[in-house]
């Protein structure tokens, strides 16, 4: 069975403070993706990152990045000097072999950035 | 704009009527899917359609069903509505089938079932 655990349920930081979001994910798949998303306060699912299994690199895009770590089945997503507009619901998903291609969601995490 | 169109964006209703979510997929997907957001069951995947076919079911309820037309926009039928139901209903289009192509949300239609 596929699962992603996000055990961070809230998060409160204030503004240009470091934060790293947890995900650990499950899965007996050789090949998978690994998907994060921000639901900003008005509702919609904004894409943020896809890394597949093969593909250890971390990645940076401006003030975010990613850190892949297969030997303990994490996906975790820093924000570096976080900022109000980050305030969101971020949630971490998975896609595994034969799924066609459906996505298995954490539960999410909600940050919440104070000035 | 995502380019996935979801109408209507709000929709009220009373329990045991029906209603029916429409999607417009991005230009050129073939691949529909459909995502349930509720309060205690979080983001799940009800069901997939890829050029008018269906390919995979989550979990969606038999007072559920979709279809997807000739012209790849969607439909998500919900009938014999119950307070359960209420909740955020996505819609994603990919151009392909493949685990992990990624593909683009719509930004909801919010039910609520009164």
């Known amino acids: 069975a596929q699962k992603v655990t996000q055990a961070q349920t809230e998060i409160s930081v204030v503004e240009k403070e470091d934060v790293t979001l947890d995900c650990v994910y499950e899965?007996?798949?050789?090949?998978?993706?690994l998907f994060w998303y921000k639901q900003p306060p008005s509702g919609e699912l904004v894409f943020l990152i896809r890394r597949n299994s093969f593909d250890e690199q971390n990645e940076i895009s401006g003030r975010y990045s990613w850190n892949f770590q297969k030997s303990t089945s994490s996906f975790n997503f820093t924000i570096t000097a976080s900022q109000v507009v980050d305030s969101a619901v971020y949630f971490c998903a998975l896609s595994g072999a034969g799924s066609q291609g459906n996505l298995i969601f954490g539960k999410g995490t909600k940050l919440s950035v104070k000035p | 704009d995502s380019g996935v169109t979801q109408t209507p964006k709000h929709l009220i209703t009373a329990t045991g009527q029906r209603v029916t979510l429409r999607c417009s997929p991005r230009?050129?997907?073939?691949?529909v899917y459909w995502y349930q957001q509720s309060l205690d069951q979080g983001l799940q995947f009800l069901i997939q359609?890829?050029?008018?076919?269906?390919?995979a079911k989550g979990n969606i309820l038999e007072r559920f069903s979709a279809q997807q037309f000739p012209d790849l926009h969607s439909e998500l039928n919900l009938s014999s509505l119950e307070l359960g139901d209420s909740a955020l209903y996505f819609c994603?289009?990919?151009?392909?089938?493949?685990?992990?192509?990624?593909?683009?949300f719509g930004s909801g239609t919010r039910l609520t079932v009164v």
């Open positions: 359609y890829y050029n008018g076919e269906e390919r």
């Open positions: 230009s050129g997907d073939l691949s």
């Open positions: 899965t007996r798949d050789t090949t998978y993706y």
């Open positions: 994603a289009s990919s151009v392909d089938l493949r685990m992990g192509y990624g593909y683009t």
